[in-house]
């Protein structure tokens, strides 16, 4: 009587009997990587056991391994993780059906995360299809963001479109274009900001260092205070108040104001602007009457101008005509 053991890693429990019948034996899962199987055949003869082995070790091509533990991978093709298919993946790949774990990576060709698909990727893009977070992210030309088209954006631009960006603090030294954006702290920029909807400042503050452009207005429901000036310096006006047509050339204060130096005289002055309408309407006027009752011998009119208003000064006397004296000034208002 002869008993028959079949012994491989990879059968359950790592062995199993035989009958001295059996010619062929199947394993149901298959060989998953490259094994040895031993046939160990153990016969009785008058009262001692005799053991004989037949070994025989076959190589997968396509091994797999449930868990792999090593010390440095190197893949001289490409490595793909979560899947079986190299469709598309080319040479140098790095290809992750799921999540990645490391202290250092690199890529010498293409790394692509959450998908198999490595259409219209070239060497050296990086492309995610869930999340990525980050310590700290340096981007040596251009970051776009809620899309995939760079157009002609110059290197060193942040594109965002249509997706908001959270930040503690926010500094850019070239331009930064955004959909829509909340900074819950700061936000500096070096060079220029161009904003065209709304800006929402929180409990800190917003600074500017160079320019700050609203195309689409500025409201501001709380005070308005500022440190700077408001109004530019004072612009003395050329030329005879005989009524000709001047324009405003900004946001501004009109001043003018008249005198005469002798007895008995009485001076007018107006002040006409051009309204929304097209219509010529009075604005401001000022009376001079030196030697009546009461006594008059200067006064003042003040209009409020926006930027290419028409107006109109009419004294009926040059601005220093002998003892009759006419002075106008024109203060820019800085504010929008």
């Known amino acids: 009587n002869t008993a028959y053991t079949l012994y491989s890693p990879t059968l359950p429990g790592g062995s199993t009997n035989l009958t001295d019948t059996t010619r062929h034996h199947t394993i149901e899962k298959g060989v998953p990587r490259d094994t040895t199987f031993t046939l160990r055949a153990t016969a009785q003869s008058e009262g001692h056991q005799k053991d004989s082995y037949l070994t025989t070790t076959i190589t997968i091509e396509k091994p797999q391994f449930t868990e792999l533990t090593t010390e440095r991978l190197a893949a ?3 490595v793909v993780v979560g899947t079986e298919s190299f469709d598309k993946a080319e040479k140098g790949d790095l290809r ?7 202290h250092d990576l690199a890529a010498t060709g293409r ?3 959450g998908s198999e698909n490595f259409d219209g990727m070239k060497k050296g893009d990086l492309w995610a299809g869930g999340q990525i977070t980050l310590d700290d992210l340096a981007v040596k030309k251009r970051a776009l963001i809620g899309s995939d088209l760079f157009g002609n954006m110059p290197d060193g631009d942040i594109f ?3 997706n908001s960006v959270f930040a503690g603090d926010t500094r850019t030294e070239g331009t930064a274009r955004m959909g829509g954006a909340r900074i819950d702290r700061s936000i500096r920029v070096d060079e220029n900001i161009t904003i065209y909807g709304k800006v929402h400042g929180g409990s800190e503050e917003l600074t500017v260092g160079s320019k700050l452009k609203a195309e689409g207005g500025a409201i501001i429901t709380g005070a308005l205070k500022v440190d700077g000036e408001v109004l530019g310096k004072p612009q003395k006006l050329t030329g005879n108040f005989d009524g000709s047509v001047r324009k405003a050339p900004s946001n501004g204060i009109l001043v003018v104001r ?3 130096g002798d007895h008995h005289r009485t001076r007018n002055l107006h002040i006409d602007i051009k309204n929304s309408n ?3 309407e009075n604005l401001g006027n000022a ?3 030196y030697g009546g009752a009461p006594d008059t ?3 003042s009119a003040t209009v409020p101008l926006f930027k290419d208003q028409e107006y109109k000064i009419s004294t009926g006397f040059s601005q220093n005509g002998g003892s009759d004296n006419a002075e106008g000034y024109f203060f820019p208002l800085l504010s929008p």
Not at 96 to 102: M, P, S
Request: hydrophobic share 40%; no cysteine.
């Open 258 to 260: 008249m005198y005469t």
């Open 160 to 162: 965002i479109r249509g």
């Open 278 to 280: 097209g219509e010529w």
């Open 76 to 78: 001289t093709d490409r």
């Open 297 to 299: 011998r200067g006064g």
């Open 111 to 113: 790394a692509l995360v």
């Open 287 to 289: 009376v001079v009457d």
């Open 96 to 102: 992750v059906g799921n999540k990645v774990i490391t």
